[in-house]
């Protein structure tokens, strides 16, 4: 039961220009949402979170948008860095912190 | 580093023998989980712990899989006879309190089955 969906598995981008991510989720009880990165050989290093309150949250080149009424969350990224080319997983939870993740996005910046 | 520390990084093991997988939390941090990637997937949930108690293990698999966080020392994943569907990363995270904080990752150990 995938309640965190992550299509379009990979994006490429110029760097310096955005990249915007998509995540979905069915369960209408999450209450906080979260996107880490992952690095091959590495473990998720957290980047940025949301509260479901809250419909956006910005942190330098990092903004997650939150749109509870279409279960829809973004991240976006600008300017893109070559430091940026990674997984993405976007997560969610409620309650008891446990996180349902999505399979992950592939972001290749191209120099 | 005060990160999210596991060990060992690689394991290999014979179908039939026991992996044991440590985890160190992040100093202050006394909430631990324990979570699985397979090949092109994303992360599965396994088992949530605090200090000497299970909270939630609904994510792990009924048979061979235990898990326990002591009063002293890491975090153990432990899997008994294993088999080669076993073969997987596995990531240990913490936080420092139930309530909506991130969790932080180690990085992980990967399990092989022969």
């Known amino acids: 039961d995938q309640q965190v969906k992550q299509n379009s598995p990979s994006l490429s981008v110029q760097e310096g220009r955005i990249s915007i991510l998509n995540c979905d989720y069915t369960n209408s009880m999450f209450d906080y949402f979260l996107w880490y990165k992952k690095y091959p050989a590495e473990g998720p290093t957290f980047l940025i979170s949301?509260?479901?309150?809250?419909d956006k949250n910005e942190d330098g080149r990092f903004t997650v948008f939150l749109n509870k009424s279409a279960k829809h969350l973004s991240l976006h990224i600008v300017p893109s860095q070559p430091g940026d080319s990674a997984v993405y997983f976007c997560a969610a939870t409620y309650g008891n912190n446990r996180l349902a993740f999505g399979k992950g996005n592939q972001v290749v910046v191209i120099p | 580093n005060a990160g999210v520390m596991q060990n060992p990084r690689h394991l290999v093991r014979r179908r039939g023998q026991e992996a044991r997988l440590r985890c160190s939390p992040m100093?202050?941090?006394?909430?631990v989980y324990w979570y699985r990637q397979l090949p092109e997937e994303g992360l599965k949930f396994m088992v949530y712990?605090?200090?000497?108690?299970?909270?939630?293990e609904s994510g792990m698999p009924k048979e061979r899989f235990s898990a326990e966080f002591p009063k002293e020392g890491p975090s153990i994943l432990r899997i008994q006879q294993v088999v080669r569907g076993d073969s997987a990363a596995y990531f240990c995270?913490?936080?420092?309190?139930?309530?909506?904080?991130?969790?932080?990752f180690g990085d992980g150990t990967r399990l092989s089955i022969l």
């Open positions: 995270a913490s936080s420092p309190r139930q309530s909506n904080q991130p969790q932080h």
């Open positions: 100093k202050g941090h006394s909430h």
């Open positions: 949301i509260s479901s309150i809250k």
């Open positions: 712990l605090q200090k000497e108690n299970i909270i939630d």
